[in-house]
């Protein structure tokens, strides 16, 4: 069964950086586009980043362009969200998720990991 498991969140300092991990098991990432997601309380989930199969693409929430940058290193099975210049408003829950597709969708994403916190504050 096709599981994702995130890691890295932490306390940061504004201005500081993170770089959040997503491993995936049971399956490899040349089949699926892996998403990141996050949601801080008591607002919506919002979409952050996406990366197709093969790198194709890459899609970005306007509110981390230019700070945050996703990859993938398929041998290790793993996706990364690098997180520079992190801001308070970039303090939330960030699950990573995969798409129905190899591409990045709008589809509900099928499978989800647990979720990792990061918390921006001085």
């Known amino acids: 069964q096709l599981q994702l498991k995130e890691s890295g969140g932490g306390l940061v300092q504004p201005g500081g950086s993170l770089r959040l991990s997503c491993a995936v098991s049971?399956?490899?990432?040349?089949?699926?586009?892996i998403h990141w997601f996050r949601q801080a309380p008591g607002k919506e989930r919002e979409g952050v980043s996406c990366?197709?199969?093969?790198?194709?693409?890459?899609y970005y929430g306007d509110s981390v362009k230019g700070r945050f940058t996703i990859s993938r290193d398929n041998a290790k099975n793993t996706v990364y969200l690098q997180m520079n210049s992190l801001k308070p408003e970039d303090t939330a829950i960030y699950y990573c998720?995969?798409?129905?597709?190899?591409?990045?969708?709008?589809?509900?994403?099928?499978?989800w990991g647990q979720g990792t916190e990061v918390t921006v504050s001085a």
């Open positions: 998720a995969s798409d129905q597709h190899y591409y990045c969708s709008s589809a509900p994403p099928f499978q």
């Open positions: 049971d399956f490899t990432l040349d089949y699926y586009a």
């Open positions: 990366i197709s199969v093969s790198d194709v693409s890459t």
